[in-house]
């Protein structure tokens, strides 16, 4: 196998193996593409690799970056093993920085309420106002991946559900249920779905399509309405993302008591651990609470 080749092909099994993102394939090319700009893929050893990692420090990139990179490497040379292309894994061993835990952003109940309601003044026309509102009353309602709420399918809520069902990573299904709110802003928005559709003589098999009907409102398109509506609402639009509101989903569950499993089914996570961080964001959140409103917060 000619060393320029596997890039390619080890993108190709990433994306044929573990349904990757565009956006992770594009990741992964960019940063093995400046690795093997330094070095020969098919020579370089643990010595090369740890000094790539300490051109990297000297750089002042941060830990995650250069984990990153060190996971990006470490994986493709795994792959080049596996393939014959290579008798060892050169980066098998190499102890990347540790990445510093950063607990996901939240919002408060009151937040999100804001949120809520400055959905339903946003848009130019009632349709459009009626749209922003079922995208953000849906996924709030669910905790949906942003790629996987903008492009549900009409079929997923026919029939007046009260579950409706999502295709998340890797094709695996899971159910998630709809809240009264997010069910009476969907009876609001298809009347004018239907409509919209019909003055463009187009059909649609998504939930929320674009104007010409052929394809689905963009996650672009959602990450800047949510900074739209964040401002409205009179909050940073910098700590506010589709992202956001998935946390905030999840922990306002847990702090209403919810079971860690059922979230964890609800967010279609893989491994309880990756859920598990949102007790840890409550313990926080418990601590200000503490620290803010105890009568001797102050000191005597």
């Not at 709420?149 to 579950?163: C, F, Q, W």
Request: net charge positive.
């Amino acid at each position: 196998m000619n060393k320029q080749n596997w890039i390619p092909v080890f993108l190709e099994a990433l994306q044929a193996e573990r349904d990757a993102s565009q956006n992770t394939l594009l990741g992964y090319n960019r940063d093995l593409r400046e690795f093997s700009a330094l070095y020969d893929l098919k020579t370089a050893g643990m010595t090369e690799i740890n000094d790539y990692l300490i051109g990297l420090e000297a750089q002042g990139l941060a830990p995650a970056t250069r984990a990153r990179r060190l996971s990006s490497i470490r994986q493709l040379y795994a792959f080049a093993f596996q393939e014959g292309w290579r008798e060892d894994n050169p980066a098998a061993r190499i102890k990347g920085p540790k990445r510093p835990k950063s607990l996901p952003k939240t919002l408060s109940e009151r937040q999100v309420q804001d949120l809520m309601e400055a959905a339903t003044t946003t848009g130019k026309t009632k349709a459009i106002r009626a749209r922003n509102t079922c995208l953000f009353e849906v996924l709030y309602a669910t905790g949906l991946r942003v790629s996987e709420l903008v492009s549900l399918p009409l079929a997923a809520v026919s029939g007046d559900p009260r579950m409706i069902l999502v295709r998340g990573k890797g094709g695996v299904e899971r159910m998630v249920p709809l809240s009264p709110a997010a069910k009476e802003s969907l009876a609001a928005w298809l009347p004018h779905r239907a409509k919209m559709l019909k003055e463009t003589n187009t059909s649609s098999r998504f939930l929320f399509p674009q104007k010409g009907g052929d394809t689905h409102f963009s996650r672009v398109q959602f990450f800047t309405l949510v900074k739209n509506v964040a401002s409205r609402a009179g909050l940073d639009p910098s700590e506010v993302s589709p992202h956001t509101l998935r946390h905030a989903f999840a922990t306002h569950l847990l702090a209403n008591g919810a079971d860690l499993r059922a979230i964890q089914m609800l967010l279609g996570h893989a491994d309880i651990a990756t859920t598990e961080i949102y007790t840890h964001v409550l313990d926080e959140r418990l601590k200000a609470l503490v620290l803010e409103k105890h009568p001797l917060a102050d000191g005597p």
